[in-house]
């Protein structure tokens, strides 16, 4: 019997992930289950603070709100803990016992975790080590193994998708190039498909590295044909052939060691195109605008289904799985299967390029119906 549950928030916000709370607090409620939700993520694991939900002014009214009403911490790995001691050294740490410890000492049933490929790996980490957990996909990049679609995702395309009507026409009236960066590390899913509902010209997605000739030629056919501008969306992770991605090493270390930013993309791409071209480019990196906000109809949906199916599977004592969206229909898999080969307890290798993560596939019919209008993939 399921008495008292708990829902985290962990990694990049997106909207979306209020609505899954509200959906786990709502089902708390018609079956008299206390829903509680751990401040900042694995943070408020590890430091055991938490809110009540269930019956709670503070958690009403917030299905159109973006962020998360508990928080969220990115790239908090508890099994690599950023410890600094009392002499300013630092040591990373395994602080995955206290935990377990906690979830013990307060009787949580079940751990909600919502977040994407490394926030499911600690889930699964979790798991073996005895916590009760069930993930629920979140990533405004898409790429969480084993699922269709993550939350987040289609409100961060409609951003990009509007952001891309409003370059069009500043782009037409100057006869300019306009670059825009998109956010997807690895992953190319919102640049190809906000490219496809934006009918940007081109786009340049990390799985196929592209030659910025063939997007200068793409572009100057259609200055031949009277076409005085291009849109181009560019992924923050696109890599030329023969190159690499555009990254800095921050000096900030958050919290996990990993301290590569993906930045300048859409500058490099918009820079040479203006070379190559002879049009004036210009580059608009959308950022973080991706994120925050209210969600669309569509996440609100699919995050009230994603956070109903999660409650569901509590109740009937499936634990140690992520709720997935397969073929359109609502499933789950066990989080075994989302961490793919990364078997290692405690391994800090979600979020990086080593993660199982969902890449776009040649095979993709977004990448078909890309090609078969002409949009210029960069290859
Ligand atoms: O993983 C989601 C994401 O939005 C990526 O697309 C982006 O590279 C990253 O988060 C940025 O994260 P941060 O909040 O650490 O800047």
Not at 44 to 64: C, M, Q, T, V
Not at 104 to 120: E, I, R, Y
Not at 163 to 169: G, I, Q, S, V
Request: with cysteine; proline share 2%; net charge negative.
């Amino acid at each position: 019997m399921l008495k008292r549950v708990a829902i985290l928030a962990n990694g990049g916000d997106v909207a979306g992930l209020n609505p899954v709370i509200r959906a786990i607090k709502r089902s708390c409620e018609v079956h008299g289950i206390e829903c509680y939700g751990f401040i900042d993520g694995y943070k408020g694991l590890l430091e055991n603070k938490f809110i009540r939900l269930d019956f709670n002014h503070l958690a009403d009214g917030i299905l159109p709100k973006g962020g998360s009403i508990i928080g969220s911490s990115t790239n908090t790995i508890v099994f690599h803990y950023k410890v600094t001691n009392p002499d300013g050294t630092v040591e990373y740490k395994d602080l995955s016992d206290l935990c377990v410890q906690n979830v013990m000492k307060d009787g949580f049933d079940c751990v909600f975790t919502l977040g994407g490929d490394s926030t499911q790996k600690s889930a699964r980490d979790l798991f073996i080590k005895g916590i009760k957990t069930i993930g629920v996909p979140k990533t405004i990049d898409n790429d969480v193994a084993c699922t269709d679609i993550t939350f987040g995702y289609n409100t961060a395309v409609s951003v990009a998708a509007e952001a891309l009507d409003r370059l069009h026409t500043t782009a037409e009236t100057h006869h300019r190039i306009m670059c825009l960066e998109v956010m997807g590390r690895y992953a190319g899913w919102i640049a190809l498909e906000s490219a496809i509902a934006g009918g940007a010209d081109a786009v340049l997605i990390p799985e196929i590295p592209y030659d910025i000739n063939k997007v200068a030629q793409s572009i100057k056919r259609r200055i031949a044909r009277g076409k005085q501008f291009s849109v181009v969306v560019v992924s923050e992770g696109a890599i030329p052939k023969n190159g690499q991605a555009s990254t800095f090493n921050s000096d900030v270390d958050n919290g996990t060691g990993i301290t590569v930013k993906f930045a300048g993309a859409g500058d490099k791409v918009a820079k040479e195109l203006e070379k190559l071209v002879g049009l004036e480019a210009r580059c608009t990196t959308l950022g973080y605008m991706q994120r925050g906000g209210t969600p669309t109809a569509y996440d609100r949906v699919l995050s009230t289904k994603y956070g109903a199916k999660a409650m569901e599977l509590a109740m009937e004592g499936k634990f140690g799985v992520l709720t997935v969206i397969k073929n359109g229909k609502l499933d789950y898999v066990p989080l075994e299967e989302v961490v793919g080969n990364n078997k290692e307890l405690g391994a800090v290798e979600g979020g990086t390029e080593d993660s199982n993560v969902r890449l776009v596939t040649m095979d993709d019919e977004l990448v078909k119906t890309a090609r078969d209008i002409g949009i210029c993939l960069g290859d």
